[in-house]
């Protein structure tokens, strides 16, 4: 069973920063990449930012130069530092995993069960 945590969501002002985290745990063998995703109300989920275990990031333009995904590979953490928040960022936030359970086991995705970030004044 692998299970992924996520924190930090919660209710902010336009500007204001929230950090998001996610934790993997379960009987994981190795994790090659981790993300975030948002999906708004009527609005399809779309990739924010992601993270490989090499540290190659990715962030999707509308994030760029305001959100840094990070992460901490011995502890199969992901996080997301999202600064200068706007109301257009709220959204349950999502992390996913891309990992496998054994040396021969194939790469699957695993998700969280989301968090909520509401940006408002």
């Known amino acids: 069973q692998v299970q992924l945590v996520e924190s930090g969501g919660g209710l902010v002002q336009p500007g204001g920063s929230l950090r998001l985290s996610c934790e993997a745990s379960g009987s994981i063998f190795s994790i090659y990449a981790m993300g975030w995703y948002r999906q708004a109300p009527g609005k399809q989920r779309e990739m924010v930012a992601s993270i490989t275990s090499g540290n190659i990031t990715y962030h999707a333009d509308s994030v760029k130069g305001r959100f840094t995904i990070s992460s901490i590979n011995a502890k199969n953490t992901v996080y997301l530092q999202m600064n200068s928040l706007k109301p257009e960022d709220t959204a349950v936030y999502y992390c996913?995993?891309?990992?496998?359970?054994?040396?021969?086991?194939?790469?699957?995705?695993?998700w969280g069960q989301g968090t909520q970030v509401t940006v408002s004044s």
């Open positions: 996913k995993a891309d990992l496998s359970l054994g040396r021969w086991a194939p790469t699957d995705a695993y």
